[in-house]
């Protein structure tokens, strides 16, 4: 049972554009994570925010967690082809930091 | 450093057999997780490993298994494999910050491909 939903599944979009990812739950988590897997990899961790309505920013992609620490999104500014890959959020509970629930993920194409 | 290393990066098996998996873990690190990453399941958590001992269990039939040596290095073992058991797997490791469950980041493998005919 997958308990986070990612939207969109699928984003081709062109260099220079602006998108923004969204991850939903019904449950609260301590804390969540955003990832980036590229083809034959293992996902990278990009970031963790773990207080309801924190913001944080790494470079050009900005994340948000929800006031009710259910839901949070990634905003990436004037995409480039290097940010292309599946993007996936991973909440976890209070004690069990390496039992991470993942999201559906979001397969993203940026082209020149 | 060296980072999380899974041996062997793609295997294919018929039904019915049995599969190990090896990960060592990025030195240092404890604590060793296992996901499997399929297109239709995404990445679920299958079980983690700390000082030897299973810590944490996801919802896998008992034919997934697994267990830690005292250097840290794991093994999961698939028994009687099935067609769906053909994924990615993934395993992570995490050096222990805060406590046996505490906070610290997830450092994956490039993972094993397995292929179930």
């Known amino acids: 049972t997958q308990l986070l939903e990612q939207s969109p599944q699928f984003l081709s979009i062109q260099e220079g554009e602006n998108l923004t990812v969204y991850c939903n739950s019904s449950?609260?988590?301590?804390?969540l994570q955003w990832y980036r897997q590229e083809p034959g990899e293992g996902p990278v961790l990009l970031v963790t925010?773990?207080?309801?309505?924190e913001v944080k920013k790494l470079k050009r992609l900005t994340f948000q967690f929800g006031d009710a620490r259910k839901d949070s999104s990634l905003h990436i500014t004037a995409a480039q082809p290097g940010d292309t890959g599946l993007y996936l959020c991973?909440?976890?509970?209070?004690?069990?930091?390496?039992?991470?629930?993942f999201g559906t993920g979001t397969r993203l194409q940026v082209t020149l | 450093k060296a980072g999380v290393t899974q041996t062997p990066r793609y295997l294919i098996k018929t039904r019915g057999q049995q599969v190990t998996l090896s990960c060592s873990p990025i030195?240092?690190?404890?604590?060793v997780s296992w996901y499997q990453q399929t297109p239709g399941q995404g990445l679920q958590f299958l079980f983690e490993?700390?000082?030897?001992?299973?810590?944490n269990k996801g919802n896998f039939p008992g034919r997934f298994s697994g267990r830690q040596f005292s250097n840290s290095r794991s093994e999961m073992n698939v028994s009687t494999l099935e067609l769906g058991d053909s994924a990615l797997y993934l395993c992570?490791?995490?050096?222990?910050?805060?406590?046996?469950?505490?906070?610290?980041?997830?450092?994956f493998g490039e993972g094993s491909r397995l292929t179930v005919l």
């Open positions: 992570a490791s995490r050096r222990i910050t805060s406590g046996v469950s505490g906070t610290g980041e997830l450092f």
């Open positions: 449950s609260v988590f301590s804390s």
């Open positions: 925010v773990v207080t309801g309505g």
């Open positions: 991973a909440g976890a509970h209070t004690g069990t930091a390496s039992k991470l629930t």
């Open positions: 030195s240092g690190h404890r604590s």
């Open positions: 490993y700390f000082s030897e001992t299973q810590r």
